[in-house]
């Protein structure tokens, strides 16, 4: 199994980014997006089931982020959009298998790729 992420980045704040997490070696499995920044511990941000039917977000980026995936490719993206300089962490992404429990808990999930730094300039 191997989770990885890719598209991060530095932009100005108001600007956007688009993460990309490919899989391999699994199916059927929620994804999420998950941020961590210098001394604070890592904290949901968003989810997305095996369809892309049903999804989770932060309050912090309801409205600005939105998950998706492409099953054929067995990716999962995030556009991040009207970034703000507090959104500034390491992103990464996560793979849960089976749909049952939060969405939400770290604890919830069994893969974890590497993470992706994005910065967001004020």
């Known amino acids: 199994v191997q989770l990885q992420a890719s598209g991060g980045g530095l932009v100005q704040a108001g600007g956007s980014l688009r993460l990309s997490c490919a899989a391999s070696?699994?199916?059927?499995?929620?994804m999420g997006w998950f941020c961590q920044a210098p001394g604070k511990e890592r904290e949901f941000v968003a989810a997305v089931s095996w369809s892309g039917g049903t999804a989770y977000y932060a309050d912090s980026v309801k409205g600005r982020f939105t998950i998706s995936r492409d099953t054929a490719k067995n990716t999962v993206t995030l556009q991040m959009n009207s970034l703000k300089p507090e959104d500034t962490a390491v992103y990464y992404c996560?793979?849960?298998?089976?749909?049952?429990?939060?969405?939400?808990?770290?604890?919830?999930?069994?893969?974890w790729g590497q993470g992706t730094q994005v910065t967001v300039s004020s």
């Open positions: 996560a793979a849960k298998l089976g749909y049952g429990g939060s969405w939400s808990a770290l604890s919830g999930y069994d893969y």
């Open positions: 070696g699994l199916s059927r499995y929620v």
